[in-house]
Structures are given as C-alpha cells and as structure tokens.
C-alpha cells in the first residue's frame, strides 16, 4: 500500500469508474425517481368528505416533524436507542454520498486530518449498526417474518461501503477508492429497484398521514394535564 494516492495516475478503469460512470448513474437514479414521482402525483388523492376538526397546516408540519421528535412516539421513548441507531445510521449514508460526489473534485482537501477521522469514526459506528441490524433481523423471529432478502441484501452491502469508506477516507489505497466508488455506484443503479427508495414515497406518506389525521382533529396531539 503505497503512503498516498496519487491521483493523477489513476488506472484507466478506476479513473472511468470515479469520473464518469458515477455520474451516469446519477442521471440513472434522477430518471427512475422522476418517473416515480410521477407516477405518485398522477394518483388521485383521497378526499375527506366529513368536516373538518383540526387545523390541516399545523397537522402537516407536526407529522413531517414527528421524525426529529423521538419522544411523541411510544416505541421511540421505549427504545430510544432504535432511533439513535436510525439517525446515526442515515446521517452516515448522507456523509458517504456527500463524500463520493466531493472527493474526486476535492481530493487535495479532504486528506486533512480532522476530515479523515471524522469519516473513518461515522462510517465505522455506521458499519457496525448496520451489521448489528443485519444480526438482528437473521435471529429474531419477528424481524425475520417482515423481511425479504432485498433487506438482508441492502444491509450486508450498505455495511460493506461503510467499512470500505474507513479505509478509503485517508486516500491511501487504490483497491479502497476503487471498492468504495464501485458499491456507491452500484446503488446508484440498484436503489431506485429497492425498498431503500421507501425515502421517495415518505414525503407524500407525511403530508397525506398529516392532512388525514389533522382533518380529524388526531393531530397535532393534544396535551391533558396529568397524562
């Protein structure tokens, strides 16, 4: 393993797979999401034909919310690590794409000591939760029931690019560079097809989850004293 990377003399099929096919998977990505999102608005949304209760627009704003608020859900202030797990986690993949879409460009800047540590301490502590749910859903029985191998696959694969992204942050290593910006590419292409694009269909869930319930008068919950 040579002291650092050097750049400039990339071989020709990583240097192929770092500047360009990266992107052309983006494009891939933006497409099938585009056709998906279409797909969603030309559904026709479901109408309340009872009066209103509730005030529809604080309803809304309380149900995209509820996401950053652990503790107005019984099973996240019952196991509030679950959900310390979650924000983690994802916080990690965001710094794993931020990385791959900067790091070709800003390489020069990013070998600094803070920023390699900080990715090599998030992608570990990313790896290992993603490890520990792949263990958990292969040994309890309910996990096991809801989940289909696309959950086991997307796991192992996401776990995978967490640990090649430890070893790819100091820029040491062409096999690193080269394993961690095939696994992000390759989910740039595989994603739109599983069920990690559930992320697409959250905001509509939100909003229509919102609006239904707020029109009743559910949301946002109201405090009783004593309760």
Known sequence: MSAELNWKELAPFTHLLVH???????????VAYTIKIRSILKKPAVK?????RGD???????????LARPD????????????????????????????????????????????????QG????AALIGMSRLMRRITDPAMRA??????????????AWMV????????????????YFFLATFFLFYVPFSK????????????YMGKHFGHRGVYPKKRIAGA
């Open 56 to 66: 529809h627009k604080k309803a809304i704003q309380y149900s995209f919310l509820l």
């Open 122 to 125: 998030i992608f570990a502590v």
């Open 72 to 119: 107005e859900m019984e099973s996240t202030r019952r196991h509030w690590f679950r959900w310390v797990e979650f924000a983690v986690f994802h916080v990690a993949m965001a710094v794993g794409i931020t990385v791959a879409f900067t790091m070709p460009w800003a390489h020069d800047y990013m070998k600094g000591a803070f920023v390699v540590y900080f990715q």
């Open 48 to 52: 309340e034909g009872t009066p209103a």
């Open 146 to 159: 809801i989940s289909s191998p696309d959950d086991y696959f997307c796991l192992f694969l996401l776990s």
């Open 164 to 179: 090649s992204g430890v070893f790819n942050a100091p820029q040491a290593s062409a096999f690193w560079l080269l394993a």
């Open 196 to 207: 990690i694009s559930h992320y697409i269909c959250w905001p509509f869930m939100r909003y």
């Open 20 to 30: 360009q096919l990266h992107y052309i998977a983006l494009a891939f990505m933006v």
